[in-house]
């Protein structure tokens, strides 16, 4: 008798997004423009206006029948410096209690030009961004015990690196599609003591995305070893454009797993807001009350954000 050792996925494989764009189904690729984006599509770094600081909390799978408590932390800053262009850091960690988890740390530039040239066109609109992130990866987990507290296996965990790729085209002024490419590097995240190598998987993500002054409606198709996951997102602005409204759907692999998801946003200022997302899984993770996710964003150049906004839409 033979025995066959196969490749299984394990690591980095929960989602990297804030609040809105889970609620949104995660369909953000075409617009990322919360810091957090950097870590889907760096290019959409090129919307923020001035700086912006962000900081999303999340519980996952609440409910699970071992009490297990897994989170999900993401705090990052971004800084646009005129012609320069946009500079962001991105700390993301995933864990599942004091038993295992993983630190993501992402440094990503942006920058935005004409896509077209007119000729003697001094004021032709920038609609084109381009992005990279550079990401520096570890996990680690706790040692495996016997029932006398004895160590059997100590796995000493694993550090590298790997870049991700992406840009953004506006058409027009109220749509944009985007490419975002993750994992160009893809390093063996298994530890030192594995026989069996497992490579990060090479991801891309195509996305479009249709804006106008009171309704978002984004939609991504995601490709990975062979899968294909499609999510959709809608958001409704309400209450003077204030109070954001939104739901979506992610169909993972197309028919193997479906997460339904629901949120709104509220806005305390032009610069300040708030956003919540509950995930739902309808025939993946059974016997659980969702994923919950908490994020605030602070844009420092909000005033201009929403000038800007109002220009584009009018």
């Known amino acids: 008798m033979s025995l066959t050792v196969t490749q299984s996925e394990s690591a ?166 985007a490419v975002a490419f993750q994992n160009l590097r893809r390093p063996d995240i298994t530890s030192n003591s594995s026989k069996v190598k497992e490579k990060l998987p090479l991801v891309t993500r195509m996305g479009v995305a249709a804006i106008n002054k009171n309704t978002t409606w984004t939609m991504d198709m995601v490709m990975k070893q062979g899968e294909f996951d499609l999510k959709i997102g809608l958001e409704k602005k309400a209450r003077d454009g204030n109070l954001f409204l939104r739901t979506g759907i992610a169909l993972e692999n197309l028919a193997w797993g479906m997460n339904y998801t629901v949120g709104a946003g509220y806005r305390f200022s032009k610069s300040a807001r708030i956003d919540y997302a509950f995930v739902y899984p309808i025939n993946t993770i059974l016997d659980t009350f969702g994923s919950h996710r908490i994020s605030i964003v602070y844009d420092f150049g909000g005033e201009a954000l929403e000038e800007n906004v109002q220009n584009q839409t009018q």
Request: proline fraction near 2%.
């Open 12 to 177: 980095f494989r929960d989602s990297f997004l804030g609040a809105r764009s889970m609620a949104m189904g995660g369909a953000c690729t075409a617009i990322a423009e919360d810091v957090d984006g950097a870590l889907v599509n760096p290019a959409g770094l090129s919307m923020i206006r001035s700086q912006q600081i962000m900081a999303t909390m999340a519980v996952l799978h609440v409910g699970l029948s071992d009490d297990s408590m897994i989170t999900q932390n993401i705090v990052g800053y971004a800084n646009k410096s005129g012609d320069i262009g946009s500079f962001g850091v991105v700390w993301k960690r995933f864990g599942t209690g004091n038993l295992y988890y993983e630190n993501i740390l992402a440094l990503s530039y942006a920058r935005s030009s004409s896509f077209y040239i007119t000729k003697g066109d001094k004021n032709r609109r920038k609609n084109l961004s381009l992005g990279g992130t550079l990401k520096l990866m570890n996990w680690d987990s706790a040692p495996t015990v016997d029932s006398n507290g004895r160590i059997i296996e100590d796995l000493p965990g694993w550090a590298g690196v790997s870049f991700d790729a992406g840009f953004v085209i506006w058409p027009s002024v109220n749509t944009s599609v």
